[in-house]
């Protein structure tokens, strides 16, 4: 039987950031000023269709924001972390950490 401590903090888990490329997203943006979507989707190993589903997601909490902008005549959008992503990202890692430890 799990202990309630675990239980308890379990449940305080990010859910928007449980899954592996939600989270994976928000780490390469954590110490990035912005990264292109391109990059990321290359980093990631995702699909155009995923990422943009999962970064619209991040988005609607205001965890993610995104610029767009053209370079050489070419659209190009950047994405980077809020500072409610940099908060929601600090206190899943904190939550994972006390669970691990």
Do not use: W
């Not at 950031?17 to 990059?39: N, V, Y």
């Not at 370079?71 to 500072?83: C, D, Q």
């Amino acid at each position: 039987m799990a202990h309630p401590y675990f239980t308890q903090n379990l449940a305080k888990l990010d859910k928007l950031l449980q899954h592996s490329t939600r989270l994976g997203l928000c780490i390469l943006l954590k110490d990035e000023a912005e990264l292109p979507f391109t990059e990321l989707k290359t980093l990631l190993d995702e699909t155009d269709g995923n990422l943009s589903a999962h970064i619209k997601k991040l988005m609607e909490a205001d965890y993610v924001s995104e610029r767009k902008m053209f370079l050489n005549k070419k659209p190009r959008t950047l994405y980077r972390l809020t500072i409610r992503g940099h908060k929601a990202l600090k206190e899943h890692e904190e939550v994972l950490r006390g669970l691990i430890n």
